[in-house]
Structures are given as structure tokens and as C-alpha cells.
């Protein structure tokens, strides 16, 4: 089996890429270059994992590119990496998530939908920064529930339904085991936690984004992606131990 990961190249793409490696499938991580010509680049691949890239100023307009080079190419499976929540008005680019899910599902073509929550990973420049002041600081407040993932949970997953049978025609939010604030993983790293204005220059996407975090959060259940790994999710503790050592984590281990 071989995979064309759209935006291979990237974050998402990487993890999805040695995930799918671990199970022995081959690969074909695809960047914006591929767009110059997307059907020779999918040509002879079995499935294509479809990951736009951030805050992409036109995200259905991208999908609707990958559908017809995917009927062109003769690539009948499509996995679509989406967001949790994508029907949030309040939130252009997801939003722009949502109307691709429709797409994709009237795309004629064998697809999964998968809609992860923000990953733990986001997180670590941030995390890194408190090692040396002490404080977690982001734009948005600290006490509202996210179903916080881990990336690589992520990966696995995806994985499992790009090589498993069962998962044509499903959609599965992706969340961590636990709904948890960004206090809690402050906590965890033995840090406190303090919201702060965002920048001046932060996308207009992103302010609308924090904005609706401050009043809501992102909450995601962890359920399906228990299901599809065959285990718990990993925790942010887990993650914040394996990312930064014990020198965050160790500190103090309450979420
Ligand atoms: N971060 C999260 O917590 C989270 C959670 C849920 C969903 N997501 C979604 O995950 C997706 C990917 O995020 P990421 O952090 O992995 O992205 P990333 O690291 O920024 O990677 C972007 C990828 O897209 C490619 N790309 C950039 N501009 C492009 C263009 N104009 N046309 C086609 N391809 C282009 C890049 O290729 P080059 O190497 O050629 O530049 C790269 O492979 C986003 O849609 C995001 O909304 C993220």
C-alpha cells in the first residue's frame, strides 16, 4: 500500500508520515509543489491523507482542487484531516472545515473524516518559555475545558484508519483522554498559568479563535480515539514528561 500525505512536509504530515512507517506502509509526503501538477503527484497512490495547510486563506477552495485530482488520478480513498467543532460560525477557519467535510462527503470517493482537537504539542514553545519565568502564558483564558490530543495519538489513529477495514463513511473526533484547562497543564508542568493579551499583528482568525476559547474552550471527547487506538489516549502529563523531560512534568504531575 502506498500513501500521498498532503502537506507531508508539515507538523501534521511528518507525525502521520513515521506513523504510517511504524506499520510498514510506503509513503509520499506531498508539499505546496505538488499543486503544480496534483494528478501526476497522486498517480499510483492507494489512498491520499488530505492535511491543508494552517489558516489556509480558502480552505474549500483547496478541497475542491484535491477531489478532482484524486478522481483524475484514480485515488478512491480519502482520509481528510478536519478540526474539532468545524461548524463554529464564530470561527472563519473552521468553518472553512466544515464545508469541506461537505464536500468530501459528496466527493463520490471511499472517505474518513477525522476532527482532532488542539494538540498538547501547540503548546510547548510556551511551556518551554515558563521554564525560565514560571508562568504559562497564553491569549485566551486558562480555565475553560479542551479535549487537548496528543500528536502522535493523532498519527496512530490516522494510521489505523487509513490501514484498517471499517472506516469508510465515518467521522471521528479526535480528543485526549480528559477535558483539561490550561491551568491544569501549567500545573502538570509545575507552572502557573496567566492569560495575556494577544499580539497586535495576530491573524484575524486566530483573534477570533481565542476569543471564542476565552468564552468556550474546545471540549472534544476522547472516546473514538480510544477506540481506534486500542488503548487510552495519552495524557498531558504523559506528553508533557516525553516532550520536555522531567524538568517540566516532574516539577509536579497533577493532570
Ligand atoms: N495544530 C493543531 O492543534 C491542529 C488541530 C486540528 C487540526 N489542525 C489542522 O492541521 C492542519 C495542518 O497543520 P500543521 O501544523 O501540520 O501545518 P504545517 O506544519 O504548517 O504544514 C503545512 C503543510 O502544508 C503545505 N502547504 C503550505 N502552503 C501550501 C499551499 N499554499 N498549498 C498547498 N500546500 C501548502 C506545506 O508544504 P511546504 O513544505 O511545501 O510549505 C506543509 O506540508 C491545518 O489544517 C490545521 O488546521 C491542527
Known amino acids: 500500500m502506498k ?53 489556509h486563506p480558502d480552505e474549500p477552495a483547496y478541497v475542491t482542487t484535491v477531489l478532482a485530482a484524486a478522481r483524475e488520478a484514480g485515488v478512491g480513498r480519502l482520509v ?12 472563519p477557519h473552521h468553518l472553512g472545515k ?3 467535510e461537505d464536500l468530501v462527503r ?41 479535549g487537548m490530543v496528543d500528536l502522535l495519538d493523532v498519527a496512530a489513529a490516522t494510521a489505523a484508519v487509513l490501514t484498517g477495514p471499517g472506516h ?11 477535558l483539561v484547562t490550561i491551568a491544569d497543564i501549567a500545573a502538570a508542568a509545575g507552572v502557573s498559568a496567566r492569560r495575556v493579551p494577544a499580539d497586535a499583528d495576530v491573524h484575524p482568525w486566530l483573534r477570533a479563535m481565542f476569543d471564542y476559547y476565552d468564552d468556550h474552550g474546545l471540549p472534544t471527547g476522547g472516546v473514538p480515539l ?17 516532550e520536555l523531560g522531567d524538568g517540566a512534568a516532574g516539577r509536579s504531575c497533577q493532570a
Open 98 to 100: 466544515a464545508v469541506s
Open 80 to 91: 481528510y484531516h478536519s478540526v474539532a467543532s468545524p461548524y463554529v460560525p464564530a470561527m
Open 3 to 55: 500513501v500521498a500525505i498532503l502537506g507531508g512536509s508539515g507538523k501534521t504530515g511528518r507525525a502521520v508520515g513515521a506513523a504510517l512507517a511504524q506499520v510498514g506502509v510506503a509513503t509520499r509526503p506531498l508539499g505546496r509543489a505538488a499543486f503544480d501538477d496534483l494528478p501526476a503527484a497522486l498517480a499510483g497512490a492507494d489512498a491520499v491523507h488530505v492535511i491543508a495547510p494552517n489558516l
Open 168 to 178: 469508510v463513511g465515518a467521522t471521528y473526533e479526535l480528543g485526549g483522554p480528559d
Open 106 to 146: 459528496r466527493a463520490g470517493l471511499d472517505w474518513t473524516i477525522l476532527q482532532p482537537c488542539a494538540y498538547t504539542q501547540n503548546l510547548l514553545p510556551a511551556l518551554r518559555a515558563a521554564e525560565e519565568s514560571g508562568v504559562l502564558e497564553v491569549p485566551y483564558a486558562v480555565d475553560r475545558p479542551f
Open 226 to 242: 480510544g477506540a481506534l487506538l486500542g488503548r487510552a489516549p495519552t495524557g498531558v502529563a504523559e506528553v508533557l514528561r516525553r
